[in-house]
């Protein structure tokens, strides 16, 4: 059974960071491409960023690209999202998934806010 787990969300001043957690489990973790989507009150849920299984390549959504960094340690079923100079605009229920399936985290909170 495919179980995801985020961590690492929390209440942070705009300009601050955070980095989000996801740890997995009930499949081959190092064989598939990961992902980090978000919802932010009042919207539909969009995506931040992917990384392939290998770890050798990924891609971020314009509002992240160049602030926003997904990685992986495939050895630990682990992977993260560090999130530098927050704005207001990243407030949103980040969730895990694996890419292209419906399998889903239930989620960490991210408030930044002063």
């Known amino acids: 059974q495919v179980h995801l787990v985020e961590s690492g969300g929390g209440l942070v001043q705009p300009g601050g960071s955070l980095e989000l957690s996801c740890v997995a489990s009930g499949f081959t973790f190092s064989s598939k491409d990961m992902a980090w989507y978000r919802q932010a009150p009042g919207k539909e849920r969009e995506f931040v960023a992917m990384i392939a299984a290998a770890g050798d390549f990924v891609d971020l959504a314009d509002s992240v690209r160049g602030r926003f960094i997904i990685s992986r340690y495939n050895h630990q079923n682990k992977m993260k999202l560090t999130m530098p100079r927050l704005t207001p605009e990243d407030t949103a229920v980040y969730y895990c998934?694996?890419?292209?399936?419906?399998?889903w985290g239930q989620g960490t909170q991210v408030t930044v806010s002063s």
């Open positions: 998934n694996v890419w292209g399936e419906n399998y």
